[in-house]
Protein backbone atom coordinates (compact mmCIF):
# COMPACT_ATOMS: atom_id res chain seq x y z
CA UNK A 1 0.00 0.00 0.00
CA UNK A 2 1.21 3.46 -1.21
CA UNK A 3 -0.28 7.12 -0.13
CA UNK A 4 1.34 9.64 -1.82
CA UNK A 5 0.40 13.24 -0.44
CA UNK A 6 0.63 16.97 -2.69
CA UNK A 7 -0.70 20.01 -2.83
CA UNK A 8 0.42 21.78 1.21
CA UNK A 9 1.94 24.78 1.02
CA UNK A 10 1.79 28.49 2.58
CA UNK A 11 -0.91 30.30 2.26
CA UNK A 12 -2.44 33.76 4.29
CA UNK A 13 -4.77 33.22 6.82
CA UNK A 14 -8.21 33.17 4.72
CA UNK A 15 -6.83 31.67 2.31
CA UNK A 16 -7.71 28.20 0.79
CA UNK A 17 -5.51 24.98 -0.18
CA UNK A 18 -6.33 21.53 -1.79
CA UNK A 19 -4.69 18.49 -0.89
CA UNK A 20 -4.35 15.02 -2.94
CA UNK A 21 -3.87 11.48 -1.88
CA UNK A 22 -3.44 9.06 -4.76
CA UNK A 23 -3.44 5.27 -3.18
CA UNK A 24 -2.56 2.54 -4.66
CA UNK A 25 -2.55 -1.09 -3.05
CA UNK A 26 -6.23 -0.28 -2.06
CA UNK A 27 -9.26 0.46 -3.14
CA UNK A 28 -11.21 3.52 -2.13
CA UNK A 29 -14.19 2.10 -2.78
CA UNK A 30 -13.77 -0.70 -0.40
CA UNK A 31 -12.60 1.01 2.79
CA UNK A 32 -12.25 4.38 4.58
CA UNK A 33 -9.30 6.88 3.78
CA UNK A 34 -8.89 9.73 5.80
CA UNK A 35 -6.38 12.88 6.57
CA UNK A 36 -4.62 13.51 9.71
CA UNK A 37 -2.51 16.43 10.80
CA UNK A 38 0.27 16.87 13.01
CA UNK A 39 1.65 20.28 15.00
CA UNK A 40 4.50 20.30 15.87
CA UNK A 41 4.52 19.00 20.06
CA UNK A 42 0.94 18.39 19.75
CA UNK A 43 -0.18 14.33 19.02
CA UNK A 44 -1.44 13.51 15.28
CA UNK A 45 -5.18 14.21 15.28
CA UNK A 46 -7.92 13.03 12.94
CA UNK A 47 -9.11 15.99 10.71
CA UNK A 48 -11.79 14.63 8.40
CA UNK A 49 -12.36 10.55 7.18
CA UNK A 50 -14.08 9.22 4.00
CA UNK A 51 -16.37 5.71 3.71
CA UNK A 52 -16.73 6.33 0.15
CA UNK A 53 -18.73 3.23 -0.26
CA UNK A 54 -21.74 3.93 1.91
CA UNK A 55 -20.75 7.97 1.85
CA UNK A 56 -19.98 8.28 5.25
CA UNK A 57 -17.71 11.56 6.33
CA UNK A 58 -16.03 12.43 9.35
CA UNK A 59 -15.21 16.12 10.29
CA UNK A 60 -13.28 16.87 13.30
CA UNK A 61 -15.24 20.26 15.22
CA UNK A 62 -12.33 22.61 14.39
CA UNK A 63 -12.81 22.30 10.61
CA UNK A 64 -16.57 21.49 9.82
CA UNK A 65 -17.83 24.11 7.63
CA UNK A 66 -14.18 25.26 6.61
CA UNK A 67 -13.36 21.53 5.39
CA UNK A 68 -14.39 19.16 2.56
CA UNK A 69 -13.17 15.83 2.07
CA UNK A 70 -14.23 13.88 -1.51
CA UNK A 71 -12.57 10.96 -3.08
CA UNK A 72 -12.85 10.26 -6.90
CA UNK A 73 -12.82 6.15 -7.16
CA UNK A 74 -12.26 6.26 -10.65
CA UNK A 75 -8.05 7.83 -9.93
CA UNK A 76 -8.20 6.05 -6.18
CA UNK A 77 -7.61 9.49 -4.76
CA UNK A 78 -8.98 11.65 -2.19
CA UNK A 79 -9.01 15.33 -1.76
CA UNK A 80 -9.26 18.05 1.46
CA UNK A 81 -10.58 21.67 0.25
CA UNK A 82 -9.46 23.53 3.15
CA UNK A 83 -11.07 26.87 3.33
CA UNK A 84 -11.04 30.22 5.63
CA UNK A 85 -7.64 28.72 6.82
CA UNK A 86 -6.60 30.08 10.12
CA UNK A 87 -2.47 29.78 12.08
CA UNK A 88 -3.82 26.89 13.61
CA UNK A 89 -4.43 25.29 11.17
CA UNK A 90 -0.29 24.88 10.56
CA UNK A 91 0.64 21.31 10.67
CA UNK A 92 2.13 18.23 8.84
CA UNK A 93 -1.03 16.51 7.19
CA UNK A 94 -1.00 13.00 6.12
CA UNK A 95 -3.63 10.44 4.63
CA UNK A 96 -4.19 6.96 5.77
CA UNK A 97 -5.91 3.67 4.98
CA UNK A 98 -7.48 1.13 5.25
CA UNK A 99 -10.17 1.83 7.79
CA UNK A 100 -13.49 0.89 8.05
CA UNK A 101 -16.59 3.34 9.24
CA UNK A 102 -17.79 2.74 12.92
CA UNK A 103 -16.72 3.50 16.34
CA UNK A 104 -13.43 6.05 16.60
CA UNK A 105 -13.30 5.41 12.80
CA UNK A 106 -10.94 8.43 12.15
CA UNK A 107 -8.58 7.91 15.19
CA UNK A 108 -4.73 7.53 13.72
CA UNK A 109 -4.75 4.18 15.70
CA UNK A 110 -7.39 2.36 12.92
CA UNK A 111 -5.28 3.52 10.44
CA UNK A 112 -2.14 1.52 9.20
CA UNK A 113 -0.69 2.45 6.00
CA UNK A 114 0.20 6.06 5.96
CA UNK A 115 1.63 9.19 3.66
CA UNK A 116 4.81 10.77 3.92
CA UNK A 117 2.95 14.23 5.21
CA UNK A 118 3.10 17.38 3.42
CA UNK A 119 3.37 20.78 5.31
CA UNK A 120 0.74 23.30 5.73
CA UNK A 121 1.86 26.73 6.58
CA UNK A 122 -0.94 29.41 7.83
CA UNK A 123 0.46 32.50 7.85
CA UNK A 124 -1.14 35.46 10.08
Known amino acids: VQLVESGGGLVQAGGSLTLSCTIS????????VGWFRQAPGKEREGVSC????????YYTDSVKDRFTISSDTAKNTIYLQMNSLKPEDTAVYFC??????????????????WGQGTQVTVSS
Open 96 to 113: AGPGRYGSSWCAPPAYEH
Open 50 to 57: ISSSDGHT
Open 25 to 32: GLSIDMFA
